[in-house]
């Protein structure tokens, strides 16, 4: 996957840029996307390849590019959310930290994509909460532990 776009392009790309001097910009926003949008490959190749050439490119065809590559940010972002919070319910059940089948009904609603609703967020949050404290205690016991031998 392509390193030469980051989350602040798509809005740099949608303001007047100049195209012919930074090309570099939305040719790795192209790359990023023809990652993820096979669908679309060739078309993106031709727009990559037009812009290598220096040749002009509609600014219409930019913004819809950097309109994608946003939206490929939100859900790639999405994406790694959800995947920290379910490796922070696999950390509470590991601990058996809450309630094991609230726990496992949330896993399951996240895995199967669906939102979870203010109420099961924040009970993630309050027994994380708990992990965390428990694990800073581990850590201060085994420090005092040491201290003493």
Request: proline content about 2%; charged content about 40%; cysteine-free.
């Amino acid at each position: 996957m392509s390193q030469g776009a980051t989350k602040e392009e798509p809005k740099l790309l949608q303001e007047n840029l100049d195209l012919q001097k930074n090309p570099e910009l939305i040719i790795g926003e192209i790359e990023s996307l023809q990652d993820f949008e096979l669908e679309e490959y060739a078309r993106l190749d031709s727009i990559k390849r037009d812009l290598k050439d220096g040749k002009d490119v509609p600014k219409y065809k930019i913004k819809t590019l950097g309109d994608r590559y946003e939206r490929l940010q939100q859900e790639d972002e999405y994406r790694r959310k959800v995947q920290w919070t379910l490796d922070v319910i696999k950390n509470l059940q590991d601990a058996q930290i809450g309630n094991s089948r609230r726990v496992g009904i949330i896993k399951d609603r996240l895995e199967e994509g669906s939102i979870l609703d203010e109420k099961e967020i924040r009970y993630l949050k309050e027994n994380w909460r708990l992990l965390k404290n428990a694990g800073q205690q581990k850590h201060q016991v085994m420090t005092d532990l040491i201290k003493k031998l």
